[in-house]
C-alpha cells in the first residue's frame, strides 16, 4: 500500500517542486491543503532548523501521518545575511514575494555586481508521527541580479543568479532548477528515510 506522506505547506509551487525533484518513490505526496482544518503554525523559530522542524511536527501532530517539512532563506552577504530566517516576510507578516523583492533591490541599491553575493539556504526536515526526525541541509551560492529576468519558479527566483552562470533560477526549466537547487541538495540528506518508507 502507498504510503502517504504530507508536505507542511499550502504553498503550491513549493509541493510540485518538490514532487518534481524526488525519484519515483511509492509514495503520495499531499500538502496541508488537502486537510480540512489544518493551519501552519507561526514561523518563530530564530533558525531554520527550527521552523523546520517545528512546520514538520505540527504537520504530523496534525494529520498522524510522517510529515516533510522545510524552511528556507535568502542570506545576502552585502546585508549581513539578511532577510535569512525572515526571508518569507523580509516585507512584513503580510509580504508579497513582489514585495519581497521589491525591498530587497531597495536595500541593495548602489551596491556593485561583485558585492551582491548571496547564497539560498534550505533545511528540510523529515518527521514521524512519533519518534526522531531526519534534518537535512542544503545550499546553493549566487548573487542577486539588479532586476528580476525569467518566467519560472518562485519567491526570489528571479533575483538569484547562480554561481558561474548568466542566469537567474527564473531562467532554468523546472528540470534544470529541480537538479541543482538548494531544496534538490537538502532532500538527498532525506532520500533514504524516505525510500525506506515506500
Given at each position: 500500500m502507498t504510503r502517504t506522506v504530507?508536505?507542511?505547506?499550502?504553498?503550491?509551487?513549493?509541493?510540485?517542486?518538490?514532487?518534481?525533484?524526488?525519484?519515483?518513490?511509492?509514495?503520495?505526496?499531499?500538502?496541508?491543503?488537502?486537510f480540512p482544518g489544518?493551519?501552519?503554525?507561526?514561523?518563530?523559530?530564530?533558525?531554520?532548523?527550527e521552523n523546520a522542524l517545528k512546520k514538520a511536527r505540527s504537520a504530523a501532530a496534525f494529520t498522524g501521518l510522517w510529515a516533510l517539512a522545510d524552511d528556507t532563506?535568502?542570506?545576502?552577504?552585502?546585508?549581513?545575511?539578511?532577510?535569512?530566517?525572515?526571508?518569507?516576510?523580509?516585507?512584513?507578516?503580510?509580504?508579497?514575494?513582489?514585495?519581497?523583492?521589491?525591498?530587497l533591490l531597495a536595500e541593495l541599491s548602489g551596491v556593485?555586481?561583485?558585492k551582491r553575493t548571496a547564497r539560498f539556504v534550505c533545511v528540510m526536515a523529515l518527521?514521524?508521527?512519533?519518534?526522531?526526525?531526519?534534518?537535512s541541509r542544503g545550499v546553493?551560492?549566487?548573487?542577486?541580479?539588479?532586476?528580476p529576468r525569467g518566467g519560472e519558479g518562485f519567491g526570489?527566483?528571479?533575483?538569484?543568479?547562480l554561481a558561474g552562470s548568466a542566469r537567474t533560477l527564473a531562467e532554468l526549466t523546472a528540470a534544470e532548477k529541480n537538479s541543482l537547487s538548494h531544496r534538490a541538495l537538502a532532500l538527498k540528506g532525506i532520500l533514504p528515510a524516505l525510500r525506506a518508507l515506500s
Open positions: 504530507v508536505v507542511a505547506t499550502f504553498n503550491r509551487h513549493k509541493l510540485r517542486e518538490i514532487t518534481g525533484i524526488l525519484p519515483g518513490l511509492d509514495l503520495e505526496l499531499k500538502s496541508l491543503a488537502d489544518a493551519v501552519p503554525p507561526d514561523e518563530d523559530g530564530a533558525t531554520l532548523e532563506g535568502l542570506e545576502v552577504d552585502a546585508l549581513g545575511g539578511a532577510p535569512g530566517v525572515r526571508s518569507a516576510r523580509y516585507a512584513g507578516e503580510a509580504a508579497t514575494p513582489a514585495g519581497n523583492n521589491a525591498l556593485p555586481p561583485e518527521v514521524p508521527p512519533s519518534g526522531e526526525p531526519v534534518i546553493l551560492e549566487g548573487r542577486i541580479c539588479a532586476g526570489y527566483d528571479p533575483l538569484f543568479e
